[in-house]
Nanobody, 116 residues
Framework: QVQLVESGGGLVQPGGSLRLSCAASGITFSLYTMGWYRQAPGKQRELVASITSIGRTNYADSVSGRFTISRDNAKNTVYLQMNSLKTEDTAVYYC??????????WGQGTQVTVSS
């Protein structure tokens, strides 16, 4: 049974930081491209950042320079360090595990709210 469990969301003021974590089980974690997506109310889900099995990263333009994705294969965990948060970063953040051969897996999501 595959599980992706996100944690670390919450309420933060503009300019603040949060670190999201996603713990994976039931997959060979090191072989998967891991990603963080987000979905704001009334908007489509969008890719925030991804990291391949060999550590290559990709970021949405809106978060480049502020967010950092990383992974720890020994802990089967992917992280998203979010700095200089803006109100427009408010969304539910989802963890994603993708491979070339199988349908992607999704976590249940964690709410991030940026507000003063």
């Amino acid at each position: 049974q595959v599980q992706l469990v996100e944690s670390g969301g919450g309420l933060v003021q503009p300019g603040g930081s949060l670190r999201l974590s996603c713990a994976a089980s039931g997959i060979t974690f090191s072989l998967y491209t891991m990603g963080w997506y987000r979905q704001a109310p009334g908007k489509q889900r969008e890719l925030v950042a991804s990291i391949t099995s060999i550590g290559r990263t990709n970021y949405a333009d809106s978060v480049s320079g502020r967010f950092t994705i990383s992974r720890d294969n020994a802990k089967n965990t992917v992280y998203l360090q979010m700095n200089s948060l803006k109100t427009e970063d408010t969304a539910v953040y989802y963890c994603n595990a993708a491979s070339a051969r199988l349908a992607p897996y999704w976590g249940q999501g964690t709410q991030v709210t940026v507000s003063s």
